[in-house]
């Protein structure tokens, strides 16, 4: 792979470099001119943000290891900046790097509320429960100002249509006042991602994100207010975050979550070149230790996209890994294979807007 243009450490950034999508038809290298600017100080990266125009909201998929088939991205890019994210690569179907630009140039959309009226209003909509933020994070930074996640929770409450949300956001505290009533007729589930307890860890690792202290106080807050919350260790990294998984899920049902998951680091794409490079870049010492572990864990290859091995991996190693998940849960009662039952019984189909203007002709 050509050298990625002006590879440097940005503060508050997860990715080294920028390299080039798989789907531009041009590639660049950094080379010295002589005048060393190679060695001038990088200006700082401003995150921006743009409008991205969709003809649709809900995403269908039928992957046999995904435990839902219906999910809401209200944004592409994250600036969470999670090295390891496996979104990354999607940013190349933009002619954008699933490098630092994945985390500094954001799209957020607009209509999602609206699009989501219609799509909920067809007449074939068979209602299923819709998973928020199964691709980038629904609470990111920006959420502050855009509140696109907030607009479609809004929506599904008044269809009172079942969703889950994935997050590793306290943002989502924002949200209680809508939750905590829908959680009454099960009509809603959380989960807060939870991949390290060190804050220094996660300075590098996912720097844009909410510290481990305030995640687990996000948990306390929903489990009080009376909404689930399950805890899902992801991904779990060899070497650098396997040893905490006992910890993490300790700490977590301390916090009121009732639930637990884990997923094993993937690296699809340009993500192992990426995340090979930060290795390099911040765990030099460790990073040999965290291939072999997860060739062993991957039949020998960096990724192994196979359904049925990709959330586990497979080995020696990883039936450890799933024996002391198992065990860890056993201990602080933590349920994991038993999904959550939403109730799909209350939705409300059909147009409101049709409902409202029958309402409004039956007085005159």
């Given at each position: 792979m050509p050298s990625p243009i002006r590879p440097a450490v940005r503060n508050g950034r997860g990715a080294v470099s920028n390299p080039?999508?798989?789907?531009?038809?041009?590639?660049?290298?950094?080379?010295?001119?002589?005048?060393?600017?190679?060695?001038?100080?990088?200006?700082?990266?401003?995150?921006?943000?743009?409008?991205?125009?969709?003809r649709s909201i809900i995403t269908h998929n039928k992957s046999p290891d995904i435990p839902f088939d219906q999910s809401i991205n209200p944004y592409r890019g994250c600036e969470h900046g999670c090295i390891y994210c496996y979104a990354r690569p999607s940013h190349g179907f933009l002619n954008l790097s699933p490098g630092l630009d994945f985390e500094t140039k954001l799209f957020y959309k607009a209509d999602a509320?609206?699009?989501?009226?219609?799509?909920?209003?067809?007449?074939?909509?068979?209602?299923?429960?819709?998973?928020?933020?199964?691709?980038?994070?629904?609470?990111?930074?920006?959420?502050?100002?855009?509140?696109?996640?907030?607009?479609?929770?809004?929506v599904l409450a008044r269809r009172r249509h079942p969703f889950s949300i994935i997050t590793k956001s306290a943002m989502i505290e924002r949200d209680i006042d809508l939750l905590a009533p829908l959680a009454k007729d099960n009509?809603?589930?959380?989960?807060?991602?939870?991949?390290?307890?060190?804050?220094?860890?996660?300075?590098?690792?996912?720097?844009?994100?909410?510290?481990?202290?305030?995640?687990?106080?996000?948990?306390?807050?929903?489990?009080?207010?009376?909404?689930?919350?399950?805890?899902?260790?992801?991904?779990?990294?060899?070497?650098?975050?396997?040893?905490?998984?006992e910890k993490i899920l300790e700490a977590a049902a301390v916090a009121g979550a009732r639930s637990a998951g884990y997923v094993l680091l993937r690296l699809p794409y340009e993500l192992k070149d990426l995340f090979g490079e930060w290795l390099e870049q911040h765990e030099p010492l460790k990073a040999k230790h965290v291939w072999s572990r997860l060739h062993d864990m991957r039949g020998g290859r960096d990724n192994d996209p196979r359904w049925g091995h990709?959330?586990?991996?497979e080995g020696q190693y990883a039936d450890l890994l799933a024996q002391r998940f198992a065990a860890a849960c056993a201990r602080y009662g933590l349920k994991h294979r038993e999904r959550f039952v939403h109730n799909t019984q209350l939705f409300v189909a059909g147009s409101t807007a049709t409902a409202e203007d029958s309402r409004q002709l039956s007085l005159l």
């Open positions: 080039a999508g798989r789907f531009e038809s041009s590639r660049a290298e950094a080379v010295d001119d002589g005048w060393g600017s190679l060695d001038e100080e990088l200006p700082p990266l401003q995150t921006t943000v743009q409008p991205e125009p969709a509320a609206r699009l989501l009226e219609e799509e909920l209003s067809a007449r074939n909509y068979r209602c299923s429960p819709i998973t928020i933020g199964a691709n980038t994070d629904p609470y990111q930074p920006i959420e502050r100002e855009y509140r696109v996640t907030r607009s479609i929770i809004e009509l809603v589930y959380t989960l807060m991602s939870v991949t390290t307890l060190s804050n220094d860890l996660k300075r590098t690792l996912e720097p844009r994100t909410a510290s481990p202290a305030a995640r687990l106080r996000a948990i306390r807050s929903l489990s009080e207010a009376g909404i689930p919350v399950g805890v899902m260790v992801a991904p779990v990294i060899p070497v650098l975050t396997d040893s905490e998984l990709r959330q586990r991996g």
